[in-house]
């Protein structure tokens, strides 16, 4: 007989997230998360995400990027998996001085060791704001600390 492989409940995901302190404190939230994708959001605070040009900084944007595209592989994975980032690319397409920025991540593809996936940031007017790509390794939540 076949043993079933359990799937991670990702209705426990969104409160788990949004209690991390890094997204505390660049204000990110996890709105939505499914088969279909992630959305996320950054409100805006010039006082915390902007630089000295008086812009939102591209740290926050990837940050932004790298969480979309990781929380789109949540559904696909499997009882005890996580992932860790290996590689970031993202093209900054244009600047944003205030508002919230939002990232919608999908799952490219998911291998049993790698997967990709893609984010699209997005101002609060749907202005695209950049695009980025993700690639994670697949392993075990049982790693030594």
């Known amino acids: 007989m076949k043993k079933q492989i359990e799937k991670i409940n990702i209705e426990e995901i969104i409160p788990m997230v949004n209690k991390s302190p890094f997204y505390k404190t660049i204000s990110m939230t996890l709105l939505e998360i499914n088969k279909d994708g992630s959305l996320f959001k950054i409100k805006s605070d010039i006082n915390k995400h902007h630089n000295y040009r008086g812009i939102m900084h591209g740290g926050v944007i990837a940050a932004l990027v790298d ?15 996580i992932t860790a ?6 093209d900054y397409i244009a600047a944003t001085i ?3 920025l939002f ?25 695209l704001i950049a695009k980025g790509y993700a690639s994670f390794m697949i392993t075990s ?5």
Do not use: F, W
């Not at 979309?68 to 998996?81: M, R, V």
């Not at 799952?107 to 749907?126: F, K, S």
């Not at 939540?141 to 600390?145: E, N, T, Y």
């Open 98 to 100: 205030d508002g919230d």
């Open 103 to 127: 990232g919608r991540g999908r799952m490219i593809h998911r291998g049993r060791q790698l997967a990709r996936a893609e984010a699209v940031i997005t101002n609060e007017n749907e202005k």
């Open 67 to 81: 969480s979309s595209c990781g929380a789109s592989l949540a559904p696909y994975l499997k009882e005890g998996e």
């Open 85 to 90: 980032t290996i590689s970031l690319h993202i």
């Open 141 to 145: 939540s049982r790693l030594k600390k």
